[in-house]
């Protein structure tokens, strides 16, 4: 039986002329938490993009309705309050549940006493917090977080990171995460997904338990899979690539021979 | 109770005016020009009592005011609406946009002859020109302010399933306001030049009245009377009115501040 709650297949997206993401194929299951790794400039943030339907698309993508969105870039509104934020998109609940609903959401951010304040009277923690309550608060099938830690200090975002995994273990939502900082990315997700120029490069089972502690970061396999997973990275820069097809795999191995086979072309 | 810091903006503030009215003062009397030409701050407050006492002021301030305020808010209004729908839809902005831009570069006051063909000069003819100069630095700001609304804004707001016409004033509006507050506020001294060229161009009340039939009775120091009014309102209107908006969107004071 399937259960993947994400489902793409030959997924490409062109912008004026140039194709950025060469038929993409990956699975997601429901409650995966899933990070897709990779350098600047990759195709990981129009790969967001494409999955929750802003921009053209091409290929197979089967993704369920209701998604939430948390941008990098502080995407709140800031014309609203938190509670203004949270409750843009709940138009459509009746008002002493919608109340009910806000609270919680309020106090689950920690932001009980700031709830009346403007984006712009909180640190950037704060507002990305408000920003994930608000993709929360609709209560998506699915969470699509571009880079949300992108822009905050090592601290804040560390703290960030252990408040998400928090949040995330309390209904296990499927969550699609992009990031360049492998350290995050491994300590967040059960899988994580390297991309290079439009690729898939690789694979990566995370093994370490639920719930998890800061302390795994200084753990030899933690340290020995941020390596082998930079490694994966690296191979964008070394490898020439194609803009047809991806190198996808199922077993956590590099499997560039399977695309050799296919396009047997590409080995002049 | 005013800060230690708005207290001493407001001393230097009035030093400056008090300065500035002593030597102008002291350059009337010394009679290099004569005195009926160039008349010192105390004649010209003389002349001030004299129009309040008659009614004449309050007639010509309710009378510019009033016109103002009119031709202020449809020339807003009609920019932001104009402004919203061009910045955004790019189908009507192709259409509409051209046609815009022929007409923004004329001087505002160019049209006031023809405005007077067509409408005499009565109030409506006033209320055409102040609102048709008004339109325009609303109407770029405005659509420059739609245009440039981030696409996470709308992308959230897409995710969270608001609907077009909702986007307009859920996002798109309080996204681009920060510019329509821009434009609205040199509308806010456009509209005050306007006041006085219309009433200029014909009025039997106004500011812009009272100075004409003062310059046809060489009483120039009821002519600066009336030209200080003027001004203080222009002033007085900016600082209220964005006073106002900062008191309904308190969010854009906290903009400013960051």
């Known amino acids: 039986m399937d259960h993947s709650h994400i489902q793409v297949s030959g997924l490409r997206v062109r912008y004026d002329g140039n194709e950025i993401l060469h038929g993409l194929d990956f699975k997601i299951d429901r409650g995966e938490f899933v990070s897709i790794v990779g350098a600047s400039g990759c195709g990981k943030s129009t790969l967001l993009h494409a999955l929750a339907g802003f921009v053209h698309k091409e290929g197979d993508i089967r993704i369920p309705e209701d998604v939430g969105m948390v941008f990098q870039n502080y995407a709140v509104f800031p014309w609203l309050t938190v509670r203004g934020n949270i409750a843009f998109g709940l138009s459509g609940i009746g008002g002493r549940q919608k109340n009910v609903l806000i609270e919680r959401l309020i106090n689950m951010i920690g932001l009980a006493t700031d709830a009346n304040k403007y984006p712009s009277q909180l640190s950037g923690g704060q507002v990305q917090r408000v920003a994930l309550a608000r993709a929360l608060a609709t209560d998506p099938d699915v969470i699509l977080m571009d880079e949300p830690f992108g822009a905050l200090d090592m601290y804040t975002r560390e703290k960030m990171q252990t408040w998400l995994l928090n949040v995330w273990e309390a209904d296990h939502k499927t969550v699609l995460f992009v990031t360049h900082n492998i350290e995050e990315a491994v300590f967040l997700s059960d899988r994580v997904i390297v991309l290079g120029q439009g690729i898939i490069l690789g694979e990566f089972l995370i093994p370490f338990d639920r719930p998890r502690l800061e302390k795994i970061k200084f753990s030899p396999a933690f340290v020995e899979l941020k390596r082998q997973i930079l490694e994966r990275m690296q191979q964008s820069f070394l490898q020439p690539t194609t803009p047809s097809g991806g190198i996808y795999h199922d077993n956590g191995k590099f499997s560039a021979e399977r695309r050799r086979e296919e396009e047997p072309y590409d080995q002049a | ?258």
């Open chain 2, 1 to 258: 109770m005013l800060s230690f810091g708005a207290m001493k903006q407001i001393i230097r503030a009035s030093l400056s005016i008090i300065a500035f009215l002593v030597v102008w003062e002291i350059i009337a009397r010394i009679g290099f020009i004569h005195i009926s030409l160039f008349p010192p701050p105390t004649r010209v407050a003389v002349a001030f009592l004299e129009m309040a006492q008659s009614g004449e002021l309050l007639r010509d301030v309710q009378a510019s005011l009033w016109r103002a305020f009119v031709g202020l808010a449809l020339g807003s209004i009609l920019g932001v609406v104009v402004g919203l729908v061009t910045g955004r839809i790019e189908r009507i902005n192709n259409y509409l946009s051209p046609i815009i831009q022929i007409f923004r570069p004329l001087p505002p006051v160019a049209i006031i002859p023809l405005v007077i063909v067509w409408f005499g000069i009565g109030e409506t003819s006033k209320l055409f020109s102040i609102g048709f100069a008004v339109f325009f630095p609303v109407w770029v700001n405005t659509h420059i302010g739609a245009r440039e609304i981030p696409k996470t804004y709308l992308w959230s707001a897409q995710t969270l399933r608001v609907r077009r016409f909702e986007l307009f004033w859920r996002v798109i509006f309080p996204g681009a306001l920060p510019f329509i507050v821009a434009g609205f506020r040199t509308g806010i001294a456009i509209a005050f030049v306007m006041v006085f060229v219309s009433e200029l161009a014909g009025a039997s009340a106004g500011i812009g009245y009272q100075i004409s039939v003062s310059h046809l009775a060489y009483r120039v120091d009821r002519m600066i009377a009336a030209l200080i009014l003027l001004g203080l309102f222009g002033a007085s209107a900016d600082l209220i009115l964005t006073r106002l908006l900062w008191a309904a969107f308190p969010w854009l004071k906290l903009l400013g501040q960051k």
